[in-house]
């Protein structure tokens, strides 16, 4: 499974972006699917995680981000919105093949290259 990250870009405090993860090589509908971010220094963190019963968030982002799939289209979405300074990281998205929604990114199977977002204040 390959998986390509897009979307990312230079945005205002308070804008929003969509982030796209585009997966190829095999059918990822049955996968759990996540997006974890790694800003400069620090460890990856957890984001959100989409599988069949439902939707995972951290607390940073909850009620700001909507992780979302179109299994037709093999793509799984982060809708990003009153973005914060603090939000600034490289996002990352991976595949559990197990299917199991979880915030421990040892857990997730595949992993694509990361696209930036930088938040500016």
């Known amino acids: 499974v390959q998986l390509q990250a897009s979307g990312g870009g230079l945005v205002q405090a308070g804008g929003s972006l969509r982030l796209s993860c585009a997966a190829s090589?095999?059918?990822?509908?049955?996968?759990?699917m996540g997006w974890f971010r790694q800003a400069p220094g620090k460890e990856r963190e957890f984001v959100a995680a989409i599988n069949w019963s439902g939707t995972y968030y951290s607390d940073s982002v909850k009620g700001r981000f909507t992780i979302s799939r179109d299994n037709a289209k093999n793509t799984v979405y982060l809708q990003m919105n009153s973005l914060k300074p603090e939000d600034t990281a490289v996002y990352y998205c991976?595949?559990?093949?197990?299917?199991?929604?979880?915030?421990?990114?040892?857990?997730?199977?595949?992993w694509g290259q990361g696209t930036q977002v930088t938040v500016s204040s």
């Open positions: 090589g095999r059918t990822v509908s049955s996968y759990a």
């Open positions: 991976a595949a559990d093949i197990g299917g199991v929604v979880t915030n421990k990114p040892g857990v997730y199977d595949y």
